[in-house]
Each structure stands twice: as structure tokens, then as C-alpha cells.
């Protein structure tokens, strides 16, 4: 009689992606529960995983000191933007999944028995892109902090501006320098933590404008990608250069941190960096004399600049005999030109 040997299933390949994780560099599956009891760092490797915004501040901050800011502000359609799906769609999708109205969080907070004025973006929510919501929360975070003289800590993770916005999105990045640049000159510290990855218009606004400059090991920071800033100067670059490690060794970030060690890192630095005694005003100008930022007080006065070519003798002047053309204020040879005759029946006051 032949003997029937037990049947082995095949080795499972994948797994239940909420009981495991496979580590990215060592490819080791580790357990949710565990991973996260470790700051969902890789205890083999040294990984560090993408934190959502609630993680980060139950990390960084004192148990039940945070109080949020702003929770109802939502990004709108303003351009009715469609690509593959329509950007509602999109913004509907990305807060089921993350059960966040958009990609950042700020509010008032305490580390280490410290106020602070905090901001936190998640990556998880449309690749925490930087629209018009991301960069008002970033601005009122900073003229809080102002108003409050409370130090500010932003944590990034953002891929950049949000196209999906377009111009609006491109205006963020004005608007948040400006903010900071007033913080600045109101003598209150700011600490930017830069995580992975730091990217796009984020980067190139606010993430590195920080008295104090962080990031953890390995971090992604860059502005644009590696292929198109190998394409843009027609040279080979050192691999490796957009990571945390790069950037700290050139002097582009202050300390890379430890995830488990980042809660310990703040809190000495805000030791240290405490807002300025003196009571600085705080108004609508900077220590330069530059007024606040306003999108539409800039274009009015981008458009001011562009008139007199219209109307004097640039390429896009009117002859005098076209309906609505005006004279030059200025004749060829230099000297004025006669007063135009005025209209009949129109009378002239005299002071």
C-alpha cells in the first residue's frame, strides 16, 4: 500500500498589510504592533518610516497638550482642475484615508512642559502637496507664534506644491517666507524638522529657513529630482546627494536625529532658543520695511508696472490717433509737448 504523504502549502508571499510591513532596505517583514512601539523605525536596519501627522505629535509632544487650530479649513476646486480624476475626487479620497480635512495639522502644544506653536504634515494625504490650505496653516502657525511669542516647529514631509492648484499653490510659497521672515524679525525661534522627504516648493520655501535646521537619518531633501538635476547642469552628481546625511556634511542641515531621540533634541533646543524678552510691535512691516504679503496686491502692482509700457512709447504703445491712444509725456526733441485743447463746454475751475 503506497504511503500518502501530507501536502505543504507553497510559502506565503504576501501578507496582511495590517498585521506586517516589509522593511523597504533590509527586507525584513516586521509586526505592525511592534514596529510601532519602536516609532516605526526598522530594529534591524534603522528604517525610518513615514509617520502620519497624529503619530508625529503624540511623539513629539506632552500627553494631551495639544490643542488644534483651524481644523475646518478646506481646500476647493478653484480652477476645476481634472487629470486622470477630479481634484474633489481626490481630496474626498485622501481624507477618508487619512481622516484629515488636508496635509497639515497645526495648533499649540507643550514639549518637555514648553509652549510651542507646532505644524505637522502627512504625507499620506495627496503626497502632503502644499495648496492654499498647507500654506495658510504654515502662516497663521507662524503669526501665532508671533503674536504669542511662543517658538514655532514645523515637520515636513511633503512632495511640494500641489498642482492641482496651480498658480494658488505657487503663491504659498511667498506667503510662508513672508510669514517667517516676520517672525524672524519679531526675535522668536523657529525649528524646522525635515523628514522623509522634504521636497518641491516645501523645500524651497519654508522647511529650510529654520534657526535650527533637523532631519532624520536618510531623509529625502531636494528641490527637484535626482535625473532632472543630473540633466540640468549636464553633469554626473555624487550618489546620495539629496539625502540627510549629504546635506549635513556640506552644511544644508544642522543634526540628523534619531526618530527616538528627535522629542529629546526640541526640547534642549527650545531650552536654549527662548523668544526675546523685549516686547517687539507687531505690524503689517518686517525689520526691511516690506510690506506683509498679499496675492493680490502683488499682481495689482505687477500690473502697474506693465501700464506704462502700454500707454508711453514701448512695443505695446498706442499711436496718438488710435481710440483711446495717449500722447508721450515727452516730445522727440525733449522739450513738453503743447497742451492738448480742451474739449467745448467743458468748463475749467480756478482755485
Known amino acids: 500500500m503506497p504511503i500518502k504523504l501530507p501536502s505543504f502549502r507553497s510559502r506565503r508571499e504576501s501578507y496582511p498589510p495590517d498585521l506586517w510591513t516589509k522593511c523597504p532596505s533590509c527586507e525584513e517583514m516586521l509586526f505592525n504592533k511592534q514596529l510601532d512601539k519602536v ?116 515637520v515636513s514631509a511633503s512632495g511640494g506644491a500641489r498642482m492641482q492648484e496651480g498658480t494658488l499653490a505657487l503663491m504659498q510659497l511667498a506667503k510662508t517666507v513672508g510669514a517667517l521672515e516676520r517672525l524672524k524679525a519679531g526675535r522668536v525661534p523657529f525649528i524646522s524638522v525635515m523628514s522623509d522627504p522634504t521636497t518641491g516648493g516645501v523645500f524651497a520655501s519654508y522647511a529650510v529657513l529654520g534657526d535650527v ?26 550618489p546620495g546627494f539629496q539625502r540627510a546625511e549629504f546635506l549635513h556634511e556640506h552644511g544644508f542641515v544642522d543634526r540628523i536625529v534619531h526618530r527616538s531621540e528627535l522629542r529629546g533634541e526640541l526640547a ?3 531650552a536654549y532658543l527662548a523668544p526675546a524678552s523685549v516686547t517687539v510691535p507687531v505690524d503689517a512691516t518686517d525689520a526691511l520695511n516690506l510690506p506683509a504679503f498679499r496675492p493680490l496686491s502683488f499682481l495689482s502692482a505687477l500690473a502697474d508696472r506693465v501700464i506704462p509700457d502700454v500707454d508711453g512709447d514701448g512695443p505695446l504703445a498706442q499711436p496718438p490717433d488710435a481710440p483711446g491712444g495717449h500722447r508721450p509725456s515727452v516730445s522727440t526733441n525733449g522739450t513738453p509737448p503743447p497742451p492738448a485743447p480742451e474739449p467745448e463746454g467743458t468748463e475749467v475751475g480756478h482755485g
Open 39 to 154: 516609532l516605526r523605525v526598522c530594529p534591524s536596519c534603522g528604517h525610518h518610516f513615514r509617520l502620519s501627522a497624529q503619530m508625529r505629535l503624540a511623539q513629539l509632544l506632552d500627553p494631551h497638550s495639544f490643542t488644534e487650530r483651524d481644523a475646518g479649513l478646506q481646500s476647493v476646486d478653484p480652477l476645476g482642475f481634472v487629470d486622470q480624476k477630479a481634484y474633489p475626487d481626490r481630496l474626498a479620497a485622501a481624507q477618508a484615508a487619512t481622516g484629515m480635512r488636508d496635509a497639515a495639522i497645526w495648533g499649540i502644544g507643550s514639549i518637555d512642559g514648553r509652549s510651542v506653536a507646532i505644524c505637522v504634515m502627512d504625507f499620506g494625504f495627496m503626497g502632503g502637496s502644499m495648496g492654499s490650505v498647507v500654506g495658510e496653516k504654515v502662516t497663521r502657525a507662524a503669526e501665532a507664534a508671533l503674536a504669542e511669542r511662543l517658538p514655532l516647529v514645523i
Open 213 to 238: 535646521n533637523l532631519a532624520e537619518p536618510n531623509a529625502l531633501i531636494g528641490f527637484a529630482g535626482a535625473r532632472v538635476a543630473a540633466g540640468t547642469i549636464a553633469q554626473e552628481l555624487p
Open 268 to 270: 534642549d533646543l527650545l
